[in-house]
């Protein structure tokens, strides 16, 4: 049946893909890009396995850094809300960071966005700065109490700061905006 085959098939995938190297061959990316390819308009349940599966990877300290980075990289075509939280936790990554922030920018939904504002309140330094741009691109006004405080860290988290306030755009944002002039 087309169940039984999508789960070995899958299954399959994510072994490879825990495993993957780019230095080594790319054959296994183009295996994963044609998978989730061919799955991404399955029905809801269907992709949400498939979600949670890429989001294993991603968040598994014993897979590669490069399957890894390919798993947060297909979550951001194929992710859904039970992706978040291993998305979640590697926001400030040092290696996985940008990936996973990458993919949260590209899911719909109140699940990441409230996500992007929890790590506004726990990120720090340039990550920080990138979850904040985030949040403007997105227009969270949930965001704007973080960013007030971010504001107050020094000349370029009072730039990032606006910068997503005014992204924001409403009373609440321009209010946080007057608030930071004076």
């Known amino acids: ?5 999508f789960a070995a098939g899958m299954a399959r995938m994510l072994a490879e893909l825990a495993g993957y190297k780019l230095s080594v061959s790319d054959a296994v990316a183009k295996q994963v890009d044609a998978f989730v390819d061919e799955h991404l308009r399955d029905p809801q349940e269907s992709r949400d396995v498939l979600s949670q599966g890429l989001a294993r990877v991603a968040a598994d300290p ?3 850094e490069d399957g890894r980075a390919l798993a947060c990289r ?3 075509l194929a992710g859904t809300d039970n992706a978040v939280p291993a998305l979640a ?9 940008s990936w996973a922030r ?3 920018a590209r899911l719909p939904g109140k699940t990441a966005d409230e996500a992007l504002v929890e ?4 990120t720090r330094g340039a990550d920080r700065l990138a979850v904040a741009a985030l949040a ?3 227009r969270l006004p949930a965001a704007l109490p973080a960013l007030s405080a971010l504001a107050a860290e020094g000349e370029a988290s009072a730039a990032a700061a606006a ?3 005014g992204s924001i755009g409403g009373p609440e944002a321009a209010q946080a905006l007057s608030a930071l002039q004076g």
């Open 102 to 104: 990458y993919a949260l």
């Open 1 to 5: 049946s087309r169940s039984t085959a």
């Open 74 to 76: 297909k979550l951001s």
């Open 119 to 122: 790590a506004l309140k726990r």
């Open 62 to 64: 014993t897979a590669t």
């Open 136 to 138: 403007g691109a997105r």
């Open 89 to 97: 936790t590697l926001i400030d990554d040092p290696a996985l960071g």
């Open 163 to 165: 910068e997503a306030m």
